[in-house]
């Protein structure tokens, strides 16, 4: 039992990244039907930003914040550079154009930046919270990013639902000749979805190096993907189902490791996302009927 | 009609191309038969300059040319300089071909010193064997390297400066046993890494045939972020002792996150370890209680080695890593091979060098088996504090 917690304990915080990842994927395909593939690359420059943030001496709010605020601004300037004249073209052009981005950002930190993995100092202390004579252990590090990620969610439903970009993004998720026509900025509230994906990512870029301490310009190449499968599980489009998806692909991952072989990881994530996708095609919050950003 | 005029000219074009490396092979086995320049001994040189193995191929020519650069100073070997070429093979097995056809073909080299890891000198070895010109690797530690795999027989070309995997998993397995007086272990490999894997085998061979247990076998691959999962799983069968024989960014993450879950057991590695890296990584609190064998020590206090560490730091200012001492000692072998074969000929090369017995080195006196492999001792490394401290010398 207790083996059971501690796995659960290590699914939720690994799944915690997947789900802040995957609600950046499933708004921007939400609003513009696009599989933003730079989105892994966001998170990693946002991973970036808090590593030079945090060695320059800054806490780890501040450094939080400055790499959310940063990310925000690239991902609108992606957009405003790569897609917006692209958004009448096939569908098939755009994803392209952002695989090309996604490449732009690894081999750019590459050059930048070199290969090389750094390391994050030490900006809080580890603290071990011992539960059952020491068979459960939990960080503070693992709290941390279990609260940020909550909490970071549940501003997100509040944008989205309660004012008046998130009504904006809605309306242009829904029907965006309609939404044009209605007078809403289309333009601009495809950047605000951008910004804000953008922010997440980086949010959990710069939890991730915080909580593995190592980061490389390659880094988002592998939780992009698992974030994108995370994304399609919960019904792509739809933001509960991108929480959902990332939070129970963790877990899983986790028991897979801890009951089955640690080898198969992977294998049964995406063999996982194929079943899903046959039972029901429009993933596990999807319906007919969905409420889409 | 117009695809049968396509297939004829994809036929004539690799007519044309098959006859074309037919004329240069033909060409090559003639230059090959030069003698090198009167003058000099050239010795190639094939290492990582760039790319991801940058450091260890830098550390082991700066090794080398210090050997050369002694050599040279006191007149030469029968009163002929050496002239060492060092090119870059870019850390790529495929580059590595390329570098070593230049060093043959153009620069003339007598003998190839190279490559730092086992991938790339494998990538000459094929090369190496048809031209007929010996290579000694400083530290590809892979038994593929100098036997054929198919046939079991020796590479007659190829020789190296440093000990194989099976020898470095046997070391940490008596490490465990006799030293730690631990009886189970648990065993987490890099399964993408060939050497990983090696030397795992061989250190569950050994600490289960002189009475150990395995409890847990567990795998993972290069790249990977999160290993909580595993190591719950491994915590769970109470491991005395953790062997984690891989390289040292993963290592790092998986001792840290090991502490993490409160397992302060002794964990255990190989060469792959050593790195700053790994103390970055995985700070150096978690690394305490941790030991990796390797090819050397610079805390070793024999006087060989100190004498060494002190010559090394006067050139280059930085104290010599493993890859240094390897470059260094590959050197020495192969110039000691030189001066008894007397003339720059490859054939009478090659015959010294698996004649080597008993020669000097840094990390031991050397003499080939059979195979040519060295057979000399390993040193174990704690870490203590993030400082690598030298723990424990143990003879083959």
Known sequence: ???????????????????????????????????NFAHGDVYMVGAYVGFWATTQGWGFLPALVLSMVVSAILGVVIERLAYRRLRNSPKIAVLITAIGVSFLLENGGVLALGAKIRTFPNVFPEVQYHFFNGAVVITN????????????????????????????????????????????????????TFAIGSALAAAAGVLVGIYYNAINPYMGIMPGLKAFVAAVVGGIGVIPGAFVGGISLGVIEALVSGYGQSLYRDAVAFALLIIILIVKPSGLFGSNVREKV | MKWKKGIAAVVSLLFSASLLTACSGGGDKKTSANPAPADAWVIGGNFELSGGQATFGKAAVNGAQLVFDEVNAKGGINGKQIKFVALDNKSEATESTNVASKLINQEKAVAILGCTTSGDTLGMVQLAMDKKIPVLSTSATNPKVTVDEKTNKTNDYIFRACFIDPFQGTVMANFSLNNLNKKTAAVLTDNQAPYAKGL??????????????????????????????ILTKIRATNPDVLYVPGYYEEVGKIVKQARELGMNIPVMGGDGWDSPKLVEIAGAGALNNTFFSNHYSSEDKDPIVQDFVKKYKEKYNEVPDSMAVLGYDGALILVDALKRA???????????????????????????????????????????????????????
């Open chain 2, 200 to 229: 795992a085998q061989f250190y569950k061979e050994a600490f289960t045939k002189k009475g150990g247990q395995i409890v847990a076998d567990e795998g993972y691959v290069t790249g990977d972020q999160d290993f909580k999962a």
């Open chain 2, 342 to 396: 007397g003339e720059p000929n490859a054939e009478k090369i090659k015959e010294a060098l698996a004649a080597t017995k008993d020669v000097q080195t840094v990390t031991g006196k050397i003499s080939y088996d059979e195979f040519h492999n060295p057979i000399k001792a390993a040193a174990i490394i704690e870490m203590k504090d993030g400082k690598q401290t030298f723990k424990d010398k143990v003879q083959p």
């Open chain 1, 1 to 35: 039992m207790d083996v059971f917690i501690q796995q659960l304990i290590n699914g939720l915080s690994l799944g915690s990244i997947y789900a802040l990842i995957a609600l950046g994927y499933t708004m921007v395909y939400g609003i513009i039907r696009l599989i």
């Open chain 1, 141 to 192: 590090r693992q709290l941390v990013i279990m609260v940020v990620t909550t909490l970071l969610m549940l501003l997100l439903q509040y944008v989205v639902h309660k004012t008046k970009t998130g009504k904006a993004m809605r309306a242009v998720s829904h029907d965006t000749q309609a939404a044009m026509l209605m007078g809403i900025n289309v333009d601009n509230t495809i950047s605000a």
